[in-house]
RNA sequence: GCGCCCGUAGCUCAGUGGAUCAGAGCAGCAGACUUCGGAUCUGCCGGUCGGGGGUUCGAAUCCCUCCGGGCGCGCCA
């Protein structure tokens, strides 16, 4: 958006050339002396002319025509950049273009008609969340709203698994809980599968409440109703936590269907078919090594159980079956080994795995005290990530779990984000929201309208300050588009703070409602409004408020 | 041992598939409107981009190697 009349002023100095073929990459330079934007068209092409990139930048700038009303300068610089000044005027007309879009501004429809559908959380109902979890969270969910934001369809979507042994382990867990509680405190509890939390008695506690003693006598029915009461215990408090960080998915998958709609039987025939399947020390094996992994692996194990791959690959197959145009894994980095077999297999498959892009973030380490804390749903451990959010908020933790690249290994400071609310990012963000909201509600007291953008006198754009927040402003689209390609919503969060301070510094420099004429009120107001919509927007992927007051 | 990720300022991290003087936040230091929210703004301090080779006119960025951290490498999920 802010290059756009660049480009085409570049484009067709390059046609006159013979280089109508060549697509010019306009930057922003990195320091201010350079000025407002450069491109390196020059160096691109100058192999292939087989010119010094110097000549044919002299060359481009020789056949430019352009407005020296919009633009001030074009020099030439270094080895052969083209760089451009721009003069408010530039300013005035990108500006006009933000107020065009109005609210949606930033959102675009690049990818409208698209599917895509995110699956994240898939936290098995043996627990509540832990903390560890909220980067998985925050990060599965800010994809699927930087995905909408630019234009795809998107279905949230949680896998689990309700049979199986960690589910029997949490059944005997609450059992034995269950026994201790009434009474019968030499009941075992197996210390090395059991689920060791606090919560375990919470939910032996309801049993009591509900069926008395009545499970005292050890059964296959009781244990199957300590199963159904954790699960439903689990879920309710992992959808609990969801909710408060405003995570809601569409779809719940459940891993059991794979088996009763025989998605299991026809993926491992499928796979037989193509000579990657035989059978070795009583289990039924993989052959991974033909499709160029490390080793072969067991998918049946000789008691005649799957192990946890063989859904994995038939569930990939059904979501790559079902047409959406992207299909992303948010997983943690232990998941690594996994996710290369299964897209292996399935690619086997004949699906076209290029539409799979997996989201391998790294694990997360609080430091508490001063000291790593550790934090296992086995080891008793009570902090949860509810308890996190009781601590920092909602905003505080989505806002921290996002705010890095996936692939860092995140360190977050549970003392540190405490204290840290006054110098917080977030509220450095949300700050500079409630600072223009409280404006506008001033305005609204001395009765100034916000003008809608004919009326506005643009031509009153002068002040530096407010060029250098039109050209953050301007950036927005593009960053928006750039965070949804690389899947990476930390790009939004550094532009907004970008983007704040550029407000901030223009609100220091440039007085809004005190400003010389009337007209230049009303031009400051819908700067100051198109900042608003830019926070809003952005904080909305990142699922944080943005609240009017703090 | 093998696979993947990481190593940039005291700390936490950016650096858009190479190119015009290595950036930001926090911490530290020094300052700032008689008026729109000082949870703000301005400036300073601070880095042989883990080490060493290589490719190139040019490397934090690409290749090799070593060192240091993390996560995996089950007939657990």
Request: hydrophobic share 40%.
């Amino acid at each position: 958006m802010l290059f756009d009349s660049i480009r085409t002023i570049v484009r067709n100095a390059l046609e006159r050339l013979g280089l109508a073929d060549v697509e010019p990459t306009i930057e922003l330079p990195r320091h201010e002396s350079h000025g407002d934007a450069a491109t390196t068209v020059a160096l691109q092409v100058a192999r292939r002319l087989g010119k010094p990139p110097r000549t044919i930048a002299e060359e481009i700038v020789a056949r430019m025509d352009y407005d020296p009303s919009r633009i001030a300068a074009v020099e030439i610089a270094g080895p052969g950049f083209i760089n451009f000044r721009f003069r408010p005027r530039y300013f005035a007309d990108v500006f006009e273009r933000i107020l065009d879009r109005g609210e949606r501004f930033g959102f675009s429809d690049r990818y409208a008609g698209k599917r895509a559908n995110v699956e994240y959380v898939s936290a098995n109902p043996t627990g509540p969340l832990h903390p560890g979890h909220g980067r998985n969270v925050a990060l599965g969910d800010s994809i699927a709203r930087l995905l909408e934001a630019v234009g795809y369809r998107v279905t949230r979507e949680y896998y689990f698994n309700n049979a199986g042994r960690q589910m029997q382990n949490l059944a005997r867990s609450i059992y034995a809980r269950y026994r201790q509680l009434l009474g019968d405190t030499d009941y075992p509890f197996d210390e090395e599968n059991g689920y060791k939390g606090e919560y375990i008695f919470d939910i032996a506690r309801e049993l009591i409440a509900e069926y008395g003693d009545r499970l005292r006598q050890e059964s296959d029915e009781a244990l199957a109703i300590c199963r159904t009461k954790g699960e439903q215990w689990c879920f309710a408090s992992i959808r609990r936590t969801l909710e408060r960080l405003g995570v809601h998915h569409d779809v719940f998958f459940n891993e059991h269907s794979l088996y009763t709609d025989g998605h299991i039987e026809r993926t491992i025939a499928a796979l037989r078919e193509r000579g990657l399947v035989y059978e070795k020390d009583g289990a039924t094996w993989i052959a991974t090594t033909k499709l160029g992994l490390e080793q072969d692996r067991v998918i049946v194990k000789s008691t005649g159980e799957p192990t946890y791959r063989l859904p994995d690959m038939a569930y990939h197959c059904i979501k790559l079956s079902r047409g959406d145009d992207l299909i992303v894994d948010v997983f943690g980095a232990d998941h690594i080994a996994t996710i290369q077999e299964v897209l292996a297999a399935v690619g086997a498959l004949g699906y076209d795995t290029s539409r799979v892009k997996v989201v391998l973030h790294q694990m997360v380490t609080f430091m508490k005290d001063g000291a790593p804390y550790k934090l296992s749903k086995r080891s008793g451990e009570q902090y949860t990530l509810d308890d996190l959010i009781d601590e920092l908020g909602p905003d505080v933790v989505r806002y921290f779990f996002v705010m890095r690249a996936a692939e860092t290994q995140l360190v977050f400071d549970l003392d540190l984000a405490r204290q840290q609310s006054e110098t917080n990012p977030v509220f450095y963000l949300q700050y500079a929201h409630a600072r223009i909201c409280s404006v506008f509600a001033n305005a609204r007291q001395l009765g100034i309208e916000l003008l809608s953008r004919d009326a506005l006198a643009l031509d009153r754009i002068e002040h530096p300050a407010e060029c250098a927040l039109i050209r953050t402003l301007a950036q927005f689209p593009d960053v928006v588009e750039r965070a949804a390609d690389q899947l990476a919503p930390y790009i939004v969060a550094d532009y907004l703070h970008t983007a704040a301070e550029a407000f901030h510094t223009f609100y220091h420099e440039c007085r809004i409602l005190g400003a010389q004429s009337d007209d230049l009120v009303r031009v400051r107001l819908a700067l100051a409004d198109a900042t608003r919509t830019v926070l809003r927007n952005g904080l909305s992927v990142l699922g944080v408020s943005a609240p009017e007051r703090m």
